[in-house]
Every structure is written in C-alpha cells, then in structure tokens.
C-alpha cells in the first residue's frame, strides 16, 4: 500500500494551494485519513482529518478556517484546500491512512504513510 502526497509548491503568503492523496495497492474509501505536517527542527502534527460516519472532519486550531479537507470518493483522493497560507504553515506535509473509518488525531493512529509533499509559504 502507497500513499502519494501531491501538490505542494512555493507561494506567497496570503495565497492557496490544494494538496491531493491518492492511494495504490488499495482502496480508503470508507477508512478515516488525515493530513500532517513537519517543518525543520520541529516534530510531526496534526494538521486535519476526514473521516466515515461520526464526526466527519477534525482540524488543528491553527487551520481552522482556512484549511478545509475533502475526499473524492470514486476518485480514492483526499485533498487539503489551503487558503491564506503564513510562512508559519511552511512544513513537508503527509497524508495518512487508516485501518478504521473513525478520525483520530494523533499520527500513532495511522498506519499508513506517504512520503510528504514540500509547502513553502513566504513573506
């Protein structure tokens, strides 16, 4: 199973960019997945989640309402709309995978990685 983060790219502050994930070796349509981010010197977080029943979205308080997350079922892509990015939104992010369909937060719930896509946001 891969996961593929896509998307990234260098933009100014204020500006957008949509992160995609698509999977192969299998499908995540009813499992829960979520997007992280590291930036240099710092450990991994949470960035938001999307889910299958229950609580559909989750979002660190950082990006909320800026961030929106989204999947595309037939697809198999989740996305990461960014909007009004900040050079403090600089970081490689990660989309990941789970076994189950509930969100989860943490980056010890999922089992599956991609290898991270670059966002570089400047002043």
């Known amino acids: 199973v891969q996961l593929q983060a896509s998307g990234g790219g260098s933009v100014q502050a204020g500006g957008s960019l949509r992160l995609a994930c698509g999977a192969s070796?299998?499908?995540?349509?009813?499992?829960?997945m979520g997007w992280f981010r590291q930036a240099p010197g710092k450990e991994r977080e949470f960035v938001a989640a999307?889910?299958?029943?229950?609580?559909?979205?989750s979002y660190a308080d950082s990006v909320k309402g800026r961030f929106t997350i989204s999947r595309d079922i037939p697809k198999g892509t989740v996305y990461l709309q960014m909007n009004s990015l900040r050079p403090e939104d600089t970081a490689v992010y990660f989309c990941a995978g789970r076994r189950g369909a509930s969100i989860a937060t943490s980056a010890g719930s999922f089992d599956y990685w991609g290898q991270g896509t670059q966002v570089t946001v400047s002043s």
């Open positions: 070796g299998r499908t995540f349509s009813n499992n829960a």
């Open positions: 999307i889910g299958w029943g229950g609580p559909r979205t």
